[in-house]
């Protein structure tokens, strides 16, 4: 290759789909791979050198999940693609560009960040809020929560090279690879993408291990293996496939799951309300009215006062003639409240597990073998979808597809072991639904009438 070139795609015909899309100028988030080796990194990284370079003085940012990873698996890559003699290493978070890169009578110095999201230690994603850069590059999307995703969507743009007219100020760019994964990114990128229905200025370019012509035939061989010993990995990191088989974790079936929607032959039986009051800022109260075992209406409230949700349950209580013995309201947090001035029940997340179950003639307290009765009462759920004694009559799509994300998240925390069963908490599924699995947690709660109508629950 020419020395003076930056990069070639001489033999690179993804790499050049990828790099019309980002040059063209038609998109403001780039979404690029899908399997393992198929050069998403790389390519992503030489996009981003040739932006910096088309625009002296810009700033960008290279987030990872967080700054462990940044060091460990993205910045080795970036000092292979960037030129040594186009940016200098600062310290360990940031580049600047050393070249004499004059332009409108001042020197103009780019520099790129390295920035993890590192969710755990700021859960509030504070740090996003003092970032200003053109550019954002985004390795391993999947990785990072909805909510990151939305901070960069909000920051990138944000920054303005001093002395330089507004028009020829860069435009706003996120780069971002990614692997199959059945979080947010599924269901916001793929699932869009592949029904056409992604946003105007976003666009997706599938990358394999394929379409990287300088992968060893050794490696490829080796990665055989994994059909052998995890099947599903290799469907989802080499095939690069969306729809990989089941987590062992998973306790609902998937397509038991998509049927909910269409068990019309679910009989209507007694009215009950369920519902999850929201406890911080950004969730959301979720009022279900159920007839048996058929979900017939839901209302969402975003932030309001506890007054508005319990006036609500009284209105819909009246419309759908529910008693208050039938309503049961998450007691947790906020909801002790509204369950003290309704009168109804309440669902108490982490108390103890009901009834007995019959195990090799003998019968074992519940409390023994669930964790509490929030799992308790999401292992019955999972068995009542599987079973398709559940139908969820509400006919708007994207409540629908909602209601399914979450419902996929309940999940076994560790699957195998001779410890009590214990659901994934709360606060990992709101990691990786970028929100707070409202409906799912009351559709649990329905749980617990049946379980309190039976003093010896067998079979679950």
Same mark, same amino acid.
């Given at each position: 290759m020419d020395p003076n070139t930056l990069l070639s795609l001489e033999n690179f015909p993804k790499a050049k789909e990828l790099f019309r899309a980002v040059f063209s100028f038609k998109y403001n988030v780039i979404f690029y791979g899908g399997a393992v080796r198929g050069g998403k990194t790389f390519n992503l990284l030489g996009c981003l050198v040739l932006l910096l370079r088309m625009y002296p003085g810009a700033r960008a940012a290279i987030v990872r999940k967080d700054s462990e990873m940044l060091k460990r698996a993205t910045l080795p890559s970036v000092k292979k693609v960037f030129p040594p003699n186009f940016l200098r290493l600062i310290d360990a978070t940031s580049y600047r560009w050393e070249a004499d890169n004059r332009r409108y009578g001042a020197p103009l110095n780019g520099e790129?960040?390295?920035?993890?999201?590192?969710? /755990?230690?700021?859960? /509030?994603?504070?740090?996003?809020?003092?970032?200003?850069?053109?550019? %954002?590059? @985004?390795?391993? @999307?999947?990785? $990072?929560?909805?909510?990151?995703?939305?901070?960069?969507?909000?920051?990138?743009?944000?920054?303005?090279?001093?002395? %330089?007219?507004?028009?020829?100020?860069?435009?706003? @760019? %996120?780069?971002?690879?990614?692997?199959?994964?059945?979080?947010?990114?599924?269901?916001?990128?793929?699932?869009?993408?592949?029904?056409?229905?992604?946003?105007?200025?976003?666009t997706f370019i599938p990358a394999f291990i394929t379409d990287n012509p300088y992968v060893p035939d050794s490696y490829k061989e080796s990665l055989e293996q994994l059909k052998t010993t995890n099947p599903r990995e290799y469907a989802r990191r080499v095939l690069g496939d969306w729809n990989y088989a089941d987590d062992p974790s998973a306790l609902v079936d998937p397509d038991r799951l998509n049927d909910m929607t269409t068990n019309e032959y679910v009989e209507e039986g007694s009215s009950y309300i369920t519902a999850d009051v929201a406890r911080f800022g950004r969730d959301s109260s979720v009022i279900l009215?159920?007839?048996?075992?058929?979900?017939?209406? %839901?209302? $969402?409230?975003?932030?309001?006062?506890?007054?508005?949700?319990?006036?609500?349950?009284? /209105?819909?209580?009246?419309?759908?003639?529910?008693?208050?013995?039938?309503?049961?309201?998450?007691?947790?947090?906020?909801?002790?409240?509204?369950?003290?001035?309704?009168?109804?029940?309440?669902?108490?997340?982490?108390?103890?597990?009901?009834?007995?179950?019959?195990? /090799?003639?003998?019968?074992?307290?519940?409390?023994?073998?669930?964790?509490?009765?929030k799992t308790q009462c999401g292992y019955l759920l999972a068995q009542y979808i599987n079973d398709?004694?559940?139908?969820?009559? @509400?006919?708007?799509?994207?409540?629908?597809?909602?209601?399914?994300?979450?419902?996929?998240?309940?999940?076994?925390?560790?699957?195998?072991?001779?410890?009590?069963?214990?659901?994934?908490?709360?606060?990992?599924v709101k990691k990786v639904l970028g929100r707070s699995p409202d409906i799912s947690d009351s559709l649990i709660e329905r749980m617990f009438f049946v379980l309190k109508g039976s003093s010896m629950s067998a079979g679950y």
């Open positions: 790129v960040f390295f920035f993890g999201e590192n969710y /755990e230690r700021d859960k /509030e994603l504070t740090r996003w809020d003092g970032l200003e850069v053109n550019f %954002i590059l @985004i390795d391993q @999307i999947e990785g $990072i929560t909805k909510e990151g995703f939305t901070k960069a969507l909000e920051r990138v743009g944000s920054y303005f090279i001093p002395g %330089i007219p507004k028009e020829k100020q860069p435009p706003p @760019i %996120i780069l971002a690879s990614l692997n199959p994964s059945k979080n947010w990114i599924k269901s916001l990128v793929y699932d869009r993408w592949k029904e056409g229905q992604l946003p105007d200025k976003w009215v159920w007839k048996g075992f058929k979900v017939v209406d %839901i209302e $969402i409230i975003e932030k309001s006062k506890t007054t508005y949700f319990e006036r609500r349950v009284k /209105e819909l209580a009246r419309k759908y003639q529910v008693s208050r013995s039938h309503i049961i309201i998450d007691a947790d947090g906020v909801g002790g409240g509204p369950v003290d001035h309704l009168q109804c029940r309440g669902f108490v997340n982490n108390s103890r597990a009901i009834g007995k179950t019959r195990v /090799e003639g003998k019968n074992i307290k519940n409390s023994e073998i669930y964790a509490n009765l398709g004694k559940i139908h969820w009559a @509400i006919q708007d799509p994207d409540l629908s597809a909602k209601m399914k994300e979450e419902v996929e998240q309940i999940r076994e925390k560790s699957p195998g072991s001779d410890n009590k069963r214990r659901l994934v908490p709360k606060d990992e």
